[in-house]
């Protein structure tokens, strides 16, 4: 079956450091995306990056990298120089492509607190 | 009006009410989805429209009826909801429905039912 795993509840960094947020994901099927979301306290959930199955290299976008270790099935989200704004939830996802169609799985989230 | 809209952003609703909940994409996209996200439980994938037509449904409950009159508008209707469907309910969007697209979320609508 297929699952993502987010091991952190919560998470401090300080301003313009570095954090690491870990995703490890589980699925039989050999193609799929892995998606990072960020839900700050307003709700909405916004987009930051992503990575398909059969990508050679590490997505990135801006101050976003992911981390991708395909045969660990891990695709943790780095984001470089922390800043205030960057407090919120964050969502790991895949979406797998099967014989039946499609399925959509979210992790439970990493809430990440950037500290002044 | 850009992105993707939802409206009410809060609902308050008895147990025996009808209401329903609305969601449009002004992004030229071709899919629409509806997610329930609950306070203890990871997002849930409700329903998929691609091209106006259903191609997910999540054993969701039959209460929860959605509807898709054409690919830039979903609704989700809801009768005889219960205590425990109180949650935010997230609408989004993708240019398709593969593995490769990002999707584009609203606002939300909070839900409570009494």
């Known amino acids: 079956a297929q699952k993502i795993t987010q091991t952190q509840p919560g998470m401090f960094v300080q301003e313009k450091e570095a954090v690491t947020l870990d995703c490890t994901y589980d699925t039989s099927d050999p193609s799929y995306g892995l998606f990072w979301y960020k839900q700050p306290s307003s709700g909405e959930m916004i987009f930051l990056i992503y990575q398909g199955s059969y990508d050679q290299q590490n997505a990135t976008e801006g101050r976003y990298s992911l981390n991708f270790q395909k045969a660990r099935k891990s695709a943790n989200l780095v984001i470089s120089a922390s800043q205030l704004g960057d407090s919120a939830m964050y969502f790991c996802?895949?979406?797998?492509?099967?014989?039946?169609?499609?399925?959509?799985?979210f992790g439970a989230g990493t809430r990440l607190f950037v500290k002044a | 009006e850009t992105g993707v809209t939802q409206t009410p952003r809060h609902l308050v609703m008895g147990m025996t009410n009808k209401k329903s909940l609305k969601c449009e994409q002004h992004?030229?996209?071709?899919?629409m989805y509806w997610y329930k996200q609950s306070a203890k439980k990871p997002l849930e994938l409700m329903f998929v429209y691609n091209f106006k037509e259903q191609t997910e449904n999540n054993s969701v409950p039959s209460r929860f009826s959605p509807e898709c009159p054409n690919s830039s508008h979903l609704f989700l209707h809801l009768h005889t909801l219960q205590p425990e469907d109180s949650a935010l309910y997230l609408c989004?969007?993708?240019?398709?429905?593969?593995?490769?697209?990002?999707?584009?979320f609203g606002p939300g609508t909070r839900l409570t039912v009494t």
């Open positions: 989004a969007s993708s240019q398709e429905v593969g593995t490769s697209y990002e999707q584009y």
């Open positions: 992004l030229g996209h071709n899919a």
């Open positions: 996802a895949m979406r797998v492509a099967y014989t039946g169609g499609f399925k959509t799985i």
